[in-house]
């Protein structure tokens, strides 16, 4: 069985036409197919929103695919399935998540270490500790802080800087903004940096000698 990543290749790609390539019992019944365009939660990006022959699936994955969840009998291997994904959905999850990056890109340079991320819709945020930087103290510090992170976020989506993305020789994915950053992810991330819009942090936290910058993000 081999699943092909389609989700890596083309973050835009919403709709094939594909064979069941395996079928499952446990946990739940569920189909793998040979395209893979659905993207499973991890690296803080959520689910696709998918379906199966036009009915709604969930999804999981393990080691071996990415699993697709129907209700009802399931297609046999060697049947053909048309496995669609919702392109609203997957373009709000590419921006949020590529912005993650941006963003980062832009905050770690001001002395600060990523600790932790989420890039699901209403809820994204990046985590920092201090790294050689300075937390902003009081609301003055933070607002001058977003406004430096916002400024340099906004020169580089003027730029239009391409994502790109290498499978190494070890199997890892490293998705790059050409010129500014290379980090190891699975996600899906927009065209160039001038695919996002509305990038805004909407609210900074300073806890436990940690940043927090809540944020958000749209696909143009
Ligand atoms: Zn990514």
């Known amino acids: 069985m081999e699943q092909r990543r389609a989700y890596w290749d083309d973050t835009h790609l919403y709709e094939v036409d594909t064979e069941v390539i395996a079928v499952c019992d446990e946990p739940t019944s569920g189909i793998a197919v040979r395209e893979g365009i659905v993207h499973p939660k991890g690296g803080g990006q959520p689910d696709d929103a998918v379906t199966v022959d036009g009915g709604p699936v969930s999804v999981s994955k393990d080691d071996a695919a990415v699993w697709l969840h129907p ?25 949020l998540h590529s912005a993650g990056h941006l963003l980062d890109a832009c905050v770690v340079p001001l002395g600060f270490v990523g600790v932790g991320l989420s890039h699901a819709p209403g809820q994204a945020f990046l985590l920092y500790d201090v790294d050689g930087g300075t937390l902003p103290d009081g609301e003055d510090a933070k607002v001058a802080l977003v406004e430096t992170v916002l400024d340099r976020a906004r020169e580089h989506v003027a730029a239009a800087l391409p994502f790109g993305a290498e ?9 790059t903004i050409e010129g500014l950053q290379t980090d190891p992810c699975g996600g899906t991330h927009v065209r160039t940096t001038a695919d996002l819009t ?14 927090k910058l809540s944020y958000t993000a749209e696909h143009a």
């Open 167 to 175: 499978v190494d020789a070890e199997g890892v994915r490293r998705v």
């Open 71 to 95: 209700e009802g009998d399931l297609p046999a291997v060697g049947e053909s399935v048309h496995v669609a994904i919702d392109p609203e959905v997957r373009r709000r999850h590419a921006a």
């Open 198 to 211: 509305g990038i805004e942090i909407t609210r900074v936290r300073t806890k436990k000698g940690q940043l």
